[in-house]
């Protein structure tokens, strides 16, 4: 094993809380995770990490589980003797918008842990509401028609804060909470995001908001690196109230890689970490994706988790209402671009689940539809003149674009697009279902991403594409989705797919962690580019999983294009109607 120091980063995602500890040279040292459903099974009540009430559209998680896993996490990294004492750093990420609402007791009752009881015990009692609302929330969609016209419309919502207003975004969440949950607003002394709620816990202390993840609230002028005061006005319900809510969202520092202060005597007595490990703000779990690799404009990263998201790093800021731009982490001047889908994973799990079995799903869950995937044409064209296949396969109502729940099938015969029916005598069968949705999430993605990517330097023989495709998130192990991924969106060096590509999220935090705990300062500040990109190896960090482009296939995508936005306009028209 190296020598110390370590860093240790987390990810408390939608499904489990992760935790990896990274060496001084990034080799991974040690791994462990809580998996919220299979660990703590039916104690919380939640299906997929989450708790559900339909008739409202709300989507929370209880903020004990989360508490509970910490402890929990951190045993296991014990057990497996992680050097808990040669951790130098602690960073990570958290699910990005979800909210914690903390009671006036919540301040004293973190200075104050005693390490003979668990952190469950002790802060119990610490939230104004039990809950945190997840990212999955679609209940408030009130309050995104009051923020998209509070300052115009949708664009210069988006001009201000890199956002339209969407259900999941934190302004429109407390604006929520304090009509629907009066007495909870009242009662809340400060607001937490996921990441900052972990970062306080770590820290003894409520943590401020990092300046990447405050860019996922709707609420912060990106420009002017500040709170923008009409939209602190209208969640506050009237300037008089705008006081009293920039105290529960506090102050938020600029530098992403603040030192907050050192870990909590909690962990220094129940787990041996050193007293002098510090804590640097915790970040949200797609900006801790972009930091788990030197990322260089042109590159892409698709993650795969229980949502699918597309994210790159580039200092150009378009804002647009259909996507997000947020603060880059780590590097002033740059912006992390995302588009961020509901319908990733869970939606894939439900066209696996609906294939005829195979022997082989035995052993790998995903057997059959890969075969599907892979044995199915492009767009399910078996020869010249069959027409594509174009489908939409939300199980839940989807962000990109903002649409109810459902599934929608079009064919295009290179002129016109026609919805399709079970009568007519083309077929289309459940193996086609598999590939046409793992088309369909890569060519929205192509879609929305192509003004941002433009000829690659050095080749300008090829079309304008990402230069790498780096594929991370559960479900970047399959082999399938990346072939089907590289034929959709190119990728002029190739398809990548992370080693710890489940854990990027943790992967990134740690980075972070280092980078704040070694950059040095005055003229010898190193930015996280410089750090990461002098240590970083190609070699057993990433694996190169499809060659992305080519030529036929990328063409052929590229005509369908067009074809696949009129669908989803013909879908959104009808939905709305
Ligand atoms: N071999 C695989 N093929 C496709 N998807 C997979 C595979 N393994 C795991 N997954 C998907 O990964 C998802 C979990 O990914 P993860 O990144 O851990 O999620 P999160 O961070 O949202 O909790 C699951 O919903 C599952 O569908
Ligand atoms: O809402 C978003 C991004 O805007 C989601 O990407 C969440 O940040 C959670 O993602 P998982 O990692 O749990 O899938």
């Not at 594409?465 to 998130?473: A, C, E, N």
């Given at each position: 094993m190296s020598s110390g120091p370590f860093y240790l980063g987390f990810d408390l995602s939608t499904q489990q809380l992760k935790a990896i500890v990274i060496s001084s040279n990034l080799a991974v040292i040690s791994e462990a995770k809580v998996d919220?459903?299979?660990?703590?099974?039916t104690k919380y009540g939640t299906k997929k990490g989450v708790?559900?009430?339909?008739?409202?559209g709300e989507v929370y998680q209880p903020i004990a589980m989360w508490v509970e896993a910490v402890d929990l996490v951190l045993a296991r990294l014990h057990e497996k003797g992680c050097p808990m004492g040669q951790i130098k750093g602690v960073s990570g990420s958290g699910q990005q918008h979800s909210s914690v609402y903390w009671n006036s007791d919540a301040e004293t009752a973190l200075k104050s842990l005693n390490p003979r009881h668990t952190l469950l015990e002790q802060l119990g009692g610490v939230f104004a509401y039990e809950f945190a609302p997840n990212w999955q929330d679609h209940s408030t969609q009130n309050e995104c028609d009051d923020f998209d016209?509070?300052?115009g419309n949708p664009q210069k919502l988006a001009d201000v804060s890199g956002s339209a207003a969407h259900h999941r975004f934190t302004g429109t969440q407390i604006l929520r909470m304090r009509r629907r949950r009066p007495q909870v607003y009242e009662a809340t002394a400060r607001i937490s995001l996921c990441s900052s709620f972990l970062a306080s816990v770590f820290l003894g202390?409520?943590?401020?908001?990092?300046?990447?993840?405050?860019?996922?609230?709707?609420?912060?002028d990106i420009s002017a690196e500040t709170w923008n005061e009409k939209l602190l006005g209208l969640t506050a319900g009237?300037?008089?109230?705008?006081?009293?809510?920039?105290?529960?969202?506090?102050?938020?520092?600029?530098?992403?890689?603040?030192i907050l202060g050192t870990v909590s005597p909690y962990f220094t007595q129940r787990f041996g970490f050193s007293e002098d490990c510090r804590i640097t703000a915790f970040t949200g779990d797609n900006p801790a994706t972009i930091l788990c690799l030197p990322l260089r404009p042109l590159d892409a990263i698709v993650s795969l988790g229980t949502s699918s998201t597309f994210l790159m790093n580039t200092p150009n800021y378009k804002p647009d209402p259909s996507y997000h731009f947020m603060n880059?982490?780590?590097?002033?001047?740059?912006?992390?671009?995302?588009?961020c889908y509901k319908n990733g994973g869970l939606a894939r799990e439900k066209v696996r689940d609906a294939l005829p079995k195979l022997a082989a799903d035995e052993k790998d869950l995903w057997a059959?539809?890969?075969?599907?995937?892979?044995e199915t044409p492009p767009l399910d064209v078996h020869k010249d003149g069959d027409p594509a296949k174009l489908g939409l396969y939300f199980p839940l109502p989807e962000i990109v674009p903002n649409v109810q729940a459902g599934t929608w099938r079009y064919t295009h015969n290179g002129s016109s697009l026609t919805e399709y029916s079970a009568s007519s005598k083309l077929g289309w069968t459940s193996q086609a279902d598999a590939r046409i949705i793992v088309e369909s999430q890569a060519l929205s993605m192509r879609l929305r991403s192509q003004n941002l990517v433009s000829a690659i330097p050095g080749q300008p023989e090829l079309p304008a594409?990402?230069?790498?495709?780096?594929?991370?998130?559960g479900g970047s192990l399959n082999p399938a989705i990346a072939r089907a991924f590289g034929d959709v969106l190119g990728g002029a060096e190739g398809v990548y797919r992370l080693d710890v590509g489940g854990n990027a999220c943790a992967l990134g935090g740690a980075y972070k962690a280092l980078w704040a705990c070694e950059r040095g300062d005055g003229d010898r500040l190193q930015s996280f580019d410089e750090l990461i990109g002098a240590r970083w190896k190609e070699e057993g960090n990433v694996q190169k999983v499809d060659d992305g482009y080519r030529e036929r296939e990328y063409k052929r995508y590229g005509d369908v294009l067009d074809a696949f936005e009129e669908m989803e306009s013909r879908v959104l028209s009808v939905a709305k109607n």
């Open positions: 919220f459903d299979a660990d703590f099974r708790r559900i009430n339909e008739d409202e016209v509070h300052l202390s409520i943590a401020p908001f990092d300046i990447s993840d405050v860019t996922g609230m709707n609420l912060w009237g300037k008089e109230g705008i006081p009293a809510l920039r105290k529960k969202l506090g102050e938020v520092p600029t530098d992403g890689g603040v880059h982490p780590t590097t002033k001047g740059h912006y992390m671009f995302m588009l059959s539809f890969n075969k599907s995937v892979l594409q990402p230069r790498r495709i780096y594929l991370v998130g």
